[in-house]
């Protein structure tokens, strides 16, 4: 099974991906998570990936895609996967299509999960991140530790999780990843799911579009 998952920043499409990977047994391949490896690692991709996203703006396509590539094909990808923050652009669902078709893989299902933006905005502000192991905090939950309770490392605020950071994102987002709803309608390959609900109400209604 191959899915893309899309949505705005902070509409869950992570929580869900980890959902559907765990059912059925497929994964989740986050071009945010191995971009955010890089920065760590402080490779010479991290280095173009922070100041890209920094500004709020995407990564070049060409480059998301060499990451794409690469990422498929390794082996736990062979079952199938759900691309989580990709595409985000029509040139990248292009570039997409002619992967998959390289590789001679179907592409099941579209995922566009819908959220209010003023939630989106909360839900983003709220966030924190451990600085070692990537394990998620969100201060709408519980109070945020200073140590991550998994690892022990640092627990920081994305530097891109600022109000005006997080309205420029989601007018990148709006400009540029919306033409693919119409992009993936055209190919009846779009499912909307209301993102505005409790996340397993928002699972309930995503395996009813792939079961």
């Keep these: 099974m ?29 071009t945010g998570e191995i971009l955010r490896s890089h920065i760590r690692r402080q ?18 396509d060409n ?4 990451v794409v590539e690469r990422r498929l094909q390794e082996a736990d990808c062979k079952p199938g996967f759900i691309l989580d923050g990709f595409p985000r652009t029509v040139p990248q669902a292009e570039g997409l299509g002619y992967l998959l078709d390289s590789m001679q893989l179907p592409l099941d299902a579209v995922l566009a999960i819908d959220v209010d933006p003023e939630k989106v905005i ?21 109070q945020i530790p200073d140590r991550c309770n998994r690892c022990g490392g640092k627990v920081t605020q994305r530097q891109d999780d600022n109000e005006e950071t997080i309205r420029y994102r989601l007018e990148v987002y ?10 993936y309608e055209e190919r ?11 996340v397993d109400d928002v699972t309930a209604a995503i395996l009813d579009v792939l079961d």
């Design 63 to 66: 480059l998301i895609l060499e």
């Design 174 to 183: 709006r400009k540029s990843t919306l033409p693919l709803i119409e992009y």
């Design 43 to 60: 490779t010479e991709l991290g280095r173009i990936a922070a100041e890209v996203i920094g500004r709020g703006e995407l990564v070049p």
């Design 2 to 30: 191959q899915i893309v998952m899309l949505g705005a920043p902070g509409t869950g499409k992570g929580t869900q991906a980890k959902r559907l990977m765990a059912k059925y047994g497929i994964v989740q391949v986050s």
């Design 188 to 198: 009846c390959l779009l499912h909307h799911v209301d993102g505005d609900q409790e």
């Design 122 to 142: 909360r839900r983003l502000m709220s966030r924190y991140t451990c600085s070692e192991c990537g394990a998620d905090y969100n201060s709408l939950v519980r």
